[in-house]
């Protein structure tokens, strides 16, 4: 089972950016979907961003075009860049390989305020 450790999290102002960072302890190359997700105090965790095995990508509507969301197999990582960051971008986010392999990071606190 591959283990995942996010980094990158943080305050920033909102209109800033980040760049989230996730390790997998083992090989991610035969993994065919990976994703970002989020949850914010008092709401249900949900998708930000996810990326097949071959690279296509799918966004939730709220981070088109502020997040972009990359894999580098050799290194075993997953990113996300967020730019343009707002308030309400404001939740822990975790990076997370879905059901039925089903394997999560323990989470990084990203906080948008001025």
């Known amino acids: 089972q591959v283990q995942l450790v996010e980094s990158g999290g943080g305050l920033v102002q909102p209109g800033g950016s980040l760049r989230l960072s996730c390790a997998a302890s083992?090989?991610?190359?035969?993994?065919?979907?990976m994703g970002w997700y989020r949850q914010a105090p008092g709401k249900e965790r949900e998708l930000v961003a996810a990326?097949?095995?071959?690279?296509?990508?799918n966004y939730a509507d709220s981070v088109k075009g502020r997040f972009t969301i990359s894999r580098d197999n050799a290194k075993r990582t997953l990113y996300l860049q967020m730019n343009t960051l707002k308030p309400e971008d404001t939740a822990v986010y975790y990076c997370?390989?879905?059901?039925?392999?089903?394997?999560w990071g323990q989470g990084t606190q990203v906080t948008v305020s001025s």
């Open positions: 990326i097949t095995r071959v690279g296509s990508t």
């Open positions: 997370g390989i879905p059901p039925p392999y089903n394997a």
């Open positions: 083992g090989s991610i190359f035969s993994i065919s979907l």
